[in-house]
């Protein structure tokens, strides 16, 4: 990075407005905040052409309709800055070859698009081999093709994952050494059916928790391989959170990775989880994308030689142990910003033994979600909650790995970077972790979670705080009656001996 030269005259905001950008993911959380960001501060960008997946009776437009509806834009459009016209949908799918282009929309993004964001891919921890290296992989193979055919390319932006790299105990920001050959990896993929490429799956990942991590780790030698050729930068961000600040506190859309077991732990489906004492690695959305918006800038304000590749661990400062952050998490939930329906006490027994997560999972999760379901039957509500646990038992097996494990981060390039922010631009796009109170961002995280996930009225917490009183105190009653019932029963087994 030391070797990159910037005109220290151009601002931020300056130099987006001539660029034309290609957004891939433009649907998914971090792409939709992107957009509000780009919009909200640098609003003389030219155009921004948002790759987006035609879903069963709707195309983009109307896709692209609903989501300017979002309350993520509200602001922009309170500030009738929302300008739709610079947002160009076009169709398309990662999961296809050649993107999913059509020939006329791939001209199209070949003569006007100057930077390219490659924010796309199947971050489910639990989908298919062939599936996570169809839209990791190739997709990323596809877009450097696309990349190498535009005639004014100045930046080409990949997000990739901080566990990428899950054999090194200590992540570097660099590219490291090609994990398979992702060519035939590619090929593989596209030939071999899902019961053939089973087999060889356990081959390939080797030392890969799944085919998520394995796939990204690909995409990025895919990356370091055009970038030879290509003005190009990796973010490795580690579990993407909902917004600190921008464009709204809390903002969050989806139930991926561990957010959709914190939730569950507090509506106290979840009573005991297979986790050990590592640390979390969360960062807030905004930060990534602050973070993905500078490099952009640095790169595409510097001349292109072999020292212009960038890669950068987008990672908090701010780390817990997962039983610290529960116990933070469940002073919030009791007495500042309670869940509604509740069906225990938000507890969680936490073990790192496999044998009790497993014998406790049958008894506390398995057992009463049976006899919940028994109980729907018979007043012919639909049964649904021991499929849910099969979800969450699921979810809890996908992400034990990272919390089984601890990874120390540098981020040497990320402070050079943030270093390099002109002052004029500073408060406005500063991607700085080390300063903000963790406690505050759970309780943001709880709030975001309830308001936009939960769809529960932020007004009614002392209704629901009366209503979680009356079941923490038939909790309470009930493990009262059973703790002296199991007393009895060992008196009088004790009597007879």
Not at 131 to 137: D, E, H, P, R
Not at 201 to 216: G, Q, R
Request: glycine fraction near 4%.
């Amino acid at each position: 990075m030391d070797k990159m030269t910037i005109d220290p005259a151009k601002s931020i905001p300056a130099f987006y407005a001539v660029q034309s950008i290609l957004l891939t993911g433009a649907t998914g959380f971090l792409g939709k905040v992107f957009v509000e960001k780009v919009l909200r501060s640098c609003p003389d960008v030219r155009e921004i052409f948002l790759l987006m997946r035609p879903k069963r009776g709707s195309n983009v437009n109307e896709r692209l309709e609903k989501i300017l509806n979002l309350p993520l834009y509200e602001e922009l459009r309170k500030e009738q800055r929302l300008n739709s016209e610079k947002l160009i949908p076009i169709s398309g799918d990662i999961k296809e070859k050649d993107l999913g282009l059509s020939v006329a929309d791939k001209q199209i993004l070949i003569e006007r698009v100057s930077i390219i964001i490659h924010a796309a891919g199947d971050v489910k921890l639990l989908n298919s081999f062939k599936y996570a290296i169809l839209a990791n992989t190739r997709a990323t193979r596809d877009i450097c093709i696309l990349a190498q055919n535009m005639k004014n390319l100045i930046a080409l932006v990949h997000i990739s994952t901080a566990f990428t790299h899950v054999n090194e105990p200590t992540i570097e920001e660099k590219a490291y050494p090609p994990i398979a050959d992702w060519q035939k990896i590619i090929k593989m993929a596209e030939t071999l059916d899902e019961y053939t490429l089973k087999i060889f799956e356990a081959k390939c990942l080797d030392y890969f928790p799944n085919a998520y991590t394995f796939s990204k780790a690909l995409a990025e030698s895919v990356i370091q391989e055009y970038s030879s050729s290509l003005p190009c930068a990796i973010i490795r961000p580690s579990m993407v959170m909902p917004a600190l600040k921008e464009p709204m506190p809390e903002w969050i859309d989806n139930f991926y990775g561990p957010i959709g077991l914190m939730i569950g732990i507090g509506k106290a489906l979840i009573r005991v989880c297979y986790f050990s004492t590592a640390c979390i690695n969360t960062v807030p959305v905004d930060i990534v994308v602050n973070e993905i918006i500078v490099v952009t800038w640095k790169i595409g304000s510097t001349i292109f030689t072999d020292s212009t590749f960038i890669v950068l661990n987008c990672i908090s400062q701010k780390n817990l142990t997962h039983q610290n952050g529960a116990k933070i998490f469940y002073k919030i939930m009791i007495d500042e910003v309670p869940l509604e329906g509740i069906v225990w006490t938000p507890n969680v027994i936490m073990t790192d033994n496999f044998v009790l997560y497993y014998i406790l999972t049958i008894l506390l999760h398995v057992l009463p979600a049976a006899l919940m379901d028994l109980s729907s039957k018979f007043s012919r509500r639909r049964p649904m909650i021991l499929q849910l646990q099969r979800q969450l038992y699921a979810a809890n097996r996908a992400v034990s790995y990272f919390t089984f494990h601890n990874w120390k981060y540098i981020n040497t390039n990320t402070s050079l970077l943030l270093s390099s922010i002109p002052s004029d631009d500073k408060d406005t796009f500063s991607f700085e972790t080390a300063e903000y109170d963790m406690r505050g961002y759970i309780k943001t995280c709880i709030i975001g979670f309830k308001k936009f996930l939960l769809h529960e009225d932020m007004n009614r917490l002392d209704a629901v705080r009366a209503r979680n009183k009356r079941v923490y105190l038939f909790v309470t009653i009930v493990e009262t009656a059973i703790f002296i019932g199991l007393w009895i029963i060992y008196q009088r087994i004790y009597s007879y001996t």
